[in-house]
């Protein structure tokens, strides 16, 4: 890539290899796939076999790209690029503006926390569990009674939410909130971006 500027917009996070894979619009209307890391300085690469491949990186972008970082309908939202002078600070990822959404929301549910509630909903059942039997107590034997928005932020032109689920054991009286980051509406198979902890 020379000197120039590209729009940009988040394809998908690639989780298990700590980074983002971007789309790429170009003026003649082709497309090229690059990817940015999600820890460190969050350096932009190009990629091979991208966009549904192993999008194994393949060379640093040089400074003196830019890239404007759009909404999935290709509005401009923000800028970005590997200068450092020009960037000192990079465009945050999800997972990032994600723990800052919930540290301006954290000191009104003091009460959650990822620790404990393994120990905590055994303590309910009606026989020895282990192993499989325990995971499946802890984690499948449950149905989520109400869907809660507490707070929302802007991420890339998307409205993104921290959620909190009231949700009781099929097989015992126990009930928790579980608390995640995800899309503000409700989807049938919802996914989340960060999961925050319980309170029980």
């Known amino acids: 890539m020379s000197d120039k500027e590209y729009k940009a917009r988040l394809l998908y996070i690639d989780a298990g290899d700590c980074k983002e894979v971007w789309e790429v619009k170009h003026i003649n209307g082709g497309r090229q796939y690059?990817?940015?890391?999600?820890?460190?300085e969050h350096t932009w690469w190009t990629l091979c076999d991208a966009p549904y491949g192993y999008c194994e990186r393949s060379g640093r972008i040089v400074p003196g790209v830019v890239f404007i970082l759009c909404d999935a309908e290709w509005?401009?939202?923000?800028?970005?690029?590997?200068?450092?002078?020009e960037f000192p600070t990079p465009y945050p990822t999800l997972e990032e503006a994600s723990a800052d959404?919930?540290?301006?929301?954290?000191?009104?549910?003091?009460?959650?926390?990822?620790?404990?509630?393994?120990?905590?909903?055994?303590?309910?059942?009606?026989?020895?569990?282990?192993?499989a039997d325990y995971m499946n107590w802890r984690d499948c034997q449950r149905e989520t009674i109400q869907r809660e928005v507490l707070s929302t932020f802007d991420y890339l032109g998307e409205q993104?939410?921290?959620?909190?689920?009231?949700?009781?054991?099929?097989e015992c009286t126990a009930q928790w909130q579980e608390y995640y980051v995800g899309i503000a509406q409700e989807q049938p198979q919802e996914a989340f971006?960060?999961?925050?902890?319980?309170?029980y």
Do not use: C
């Open 193 to 199: 971006s960060m999961f925050l902890g319980y309170s």
């Open 75 to 85: 509005n401009p939202v923000a800028r970005d690029g590997n200068d450092r002078t």
């Open 101 to 131: 959404a919930w540290a301006a929301v954290r000191e009104q549910y003091p009460e959650v926390s990822k620790d404990g509630f393994g120990k905590w909903i055994s303590g309910f059942a009606d026989r020895p569990l282990s192993g």
């Open 34 to 40: 690059v990817g940015r890391d999600t820890f460190d």
């Open 160 to 170: 993104h939410t921290i959620l909190r689920f009231t949700v009781r054991h099929t």
